[in-house]
């Protein structure tokens, strides 16, 4: 069965360091999605993307966040310069239809990411 | 503005009894799905089960249903036969039919331990 994957599975950064987290999303899912969990939180979302542009962002996801879509198979998450509150689970996910489509969203096994 | 509440932080079962994880909602939409996510200790994020709101009849996947009462934006998880494999955390999201992004927002989550 098809599946996100997500590398890697745990990233350790100094304050400051620049940190790309990658996401293949599943192959034929047009719809994707980055979402944080800070340890013992609930999991919130930080942006979606469709058709090569973002189409949603939430108020976490500020100018050092990025996101790109670079050769149609990956899905990344930049964070330019990590702060300690950046440490969290970084999930990413898929769906495949939008408006009158299915709306489940495939979860990857997150990307555990450690600033220190 | 949407928000979903898991009102149990934690919840007990012994093996093979039933548990109800309860879960409400906020919305104004009239057509949405709703979601139960079960993450265990590895983190990954597992669909269990959905309902689709104007379907008036409950979901049921295996051992697990939900008692779905779109009056009281009302959705509780039943697990029966419970399994130490049940042991995880459980979350219940919401996402609005039609819209752009369809990001799903999640409670904070309840936490099932199963006894043996």
């Known amino acids: 069965e098809p599946e996100v994957t997500q590398t890697p599975s745990h990233q350790v950064t100094q304050m400051g360091q620049e940190v790309i987290l990658r996401c293949v999303p599943i192959?034929?899912?047009?719809?994707f999605y980055w979402y944080r969990q800070i340890l013992g939180q609930k999991v919130e979302f930080l942006v979606s993307?469709?058709?090569?542009?973002?189409?949603?962002k939430s108020e976490i996801f500020d100018d050092q966040f990025s996101v790109e879509r670079p050769d149609g198979s990956n899905f990344t998450l930049k964070i330019r310069s990590t702060k300690l509150e950046d440490s969290a689970m970084y999930f990413c996910a898929s769906k495949l239809l939008g408006s009158g489509g299915t709306y489940e969203q495939y979860f990857g096994p997150g990307t555990r990411l450690t600033v220190t | 503005a949407q928000t979903v509440t898991q009102s149990q932080p934690e919840m007990s079962v012994q093996e093979a009894e039933t548990v109800t994880l309860s879960c409400t909602y906020d919305t104004s939409e009239n057509n949405y799905y709703l979601f139960w996510y079960k993450q265990p200790p590895s983190r990954q994020m597992i669909l269990v089960i959905r309902?689709?709101?104007?379907?008036?009849q409950n979901a049921t996947e295996n051992r697990f249903s939900v008692n779905f009462q779109k009056a009281a934006k009302s959705f509780s998880l039943k697990i029966s036969d419970s399994q130490l494999g049940d042991t995880a955390m459980y979350f219940c999201?919401?996402?609005?039919?039609?819209?752009?992004?369809?990001?799903?927002?999640f409670g904070t989550g309840t936490l099932l331990a199963v006894q043996p």
């Open positions: 192959s034929n899912h047009l719809y």
């Open positions: 999201a919401f996402v609005p039919y039609g819209g752009a992004t369809n990001k799903l927002i």
């Open positions: 309902q689709e709101a104007y379907k008036q």
């Open positions: 993307f469709y058709n090569n542009e973002i189409s949603e």
